[in-house]
């Protein structure tokens, strides 16, 4: 059995043991071998049920299959209530509805899916060409605010479209992935987390540090975002633009790592602060990496970027997974926020999903983002 099989046999059983204790809560970090339950409108809602649908997928674990479903409805409240529903419903409903109906056919779960993507869809501020981030409730004055992350949330907007024939989801996820190219991403490769619009006229004001050090840094797990983001929405219209990005920010990415592969939370962190890495970022990159080489055709770049996320993915592997029985958490020392003291050093669902959905990806085509 080759490491990579190895590493993805024992996160399965991870996920396979896991549903016992985590059951329907909604994690997002681990203390104490524990994951938290942060309730089901949180942002990483969808990991979870992601996890146990690639559990199922790859072993038809039925238990995993009942859970996911279980999880799924009690989405419902969120999706139906409304006034807590945000930006990340990409996040929430590709990893758990769309996927259910993916691999299932199930139509309540591609109605679930198609009324997140309207809400996404509903976002999209039309002045500024971008979907705006978080609510006012949330984060007051933040009406004229896009995040990188979102670039993870517009391909279910892309799926929605090619599912209902509908073609204005695609032009707005392709819109707000134009104003991404124009506004977040920098000469040097590297990408702003937040960037302030004037709401009404559309106008850019500036770029705000979010979760990075500044408004000038290299927030390492927004960099991952980029990388990812932008190889999805390339595949999803072709434009050359958008391939060009993603490679280029994987190459600011890799061309930064430290030796075990792992960034500091943030790429212009200053020196005291390099014990705070983010391995979270690592897993979602490498997951990107491999997304950009099912995209290209010239095999000498495809092999390049294969063979960085084995790097990547071997170091996390040997370095930074924990599959003991005494714990939840699978990928070590991710860090949510570090410019707010919030959850530094500690596992992270989202680590831990892209982890094993990039080792799945090693396996076979995997199409749920």
């Known amino acids: 059995m080759s490491w990579t099989e190895e590493a993805l046999e024992k996160s399965l059983l991870k996920i396979e043991r896991n549903m016992e204790g985590i059951g329907e809560h909604f994690p997002h970090v681990e203390y104490d071998g524990i994951y938290n339950d942060q309730g089901a409108s949180f942002w990483t809602s969808g990991f979870w049920p992601g996890m146990l649908w690639l559990l199922y997928q790859e072993k038809k674990d039925e238990n995993a299959f009942r859970l996911a479903r279980r999880l799924e409805r009690r989405l419902d409240e969120v999706l139906d209530g409304f006034v807590t529903l945000h930006h990340d419903v990409g996040f929430m409903w590709l990893p758990s509805a769309v996927i259910d109906y993916k691999l299932t056919g199930s139509e309540e779960a591609r109605i679930r899916g198609l009324k997140a993507a309207s809400h996404l869809a509903g976002r999209f501020n039309l002045a500024g060409q971008f979907i705006r981030a978080w609510t006012d409730e949330v984060n007051p004055g933040s009406r004229g605010w896009a995040i990188i992350d979102c670039m993870m949330n517009i391909p279910l907007l892309f799926w929605a479209s090619r599912e209902s024939k509908d073609p204005r989801f695609y032009h707005i996820a392709k819109a707000h992935a134009d104003t991404v190219l124009r506004c977040f991403i920098r000469p040097d490769n590297t990408s702003a987390h937040i960037v302030s619009f004037d709401p009404y006229t559309g106008e850019k004001i500036e770029n705000l540090g979010g979760q990075g050090k500044d408004g000038d840094s290299a927030w390492s797990r927004g960099q991952a975002w980029t990388i990812y983001g932008m190889a999805l929405a390339y595949r999803e219209t072709g434009k050359a633009e958008y391939l060009t990005a993603a490679k280029n920010s994987a190459d600011y990415f890799i061309s930064h790592l430290p030796a075990d592969q792992v960034p500091y939370w943030d790429f212009r962190s200053e020196a005291k602060d390099r014990s705070v890495l983010d391995s979270s970022a690592s897993a979602c990159a490498a997951s990107g990496l491999l997304e950009i080489c099912s995209l290209m055709e010239d095999c000498v770049e495809r092999e390049f970027y294969y063979e ?27 860090t949510v926020n570090y410019a707010k003291n919030k959850h530094v050093n500690v596992p992270i669902i989202y680590g831990d999903y892209f982890f094993v959905e990039a080792l799945i990806k090693l396996k076979h085509p995997t199409n749920i983002f």
Not at 310 to 334: C, W
């Open 308 to 334: 960085k996320a084995l790097i990547i993915l071997k170091s996390l592997y040997e370095n930074y997974a924990d599959f003991s029985e005494k714990t939840q958490g699978l990928i070590q020392k991710g």
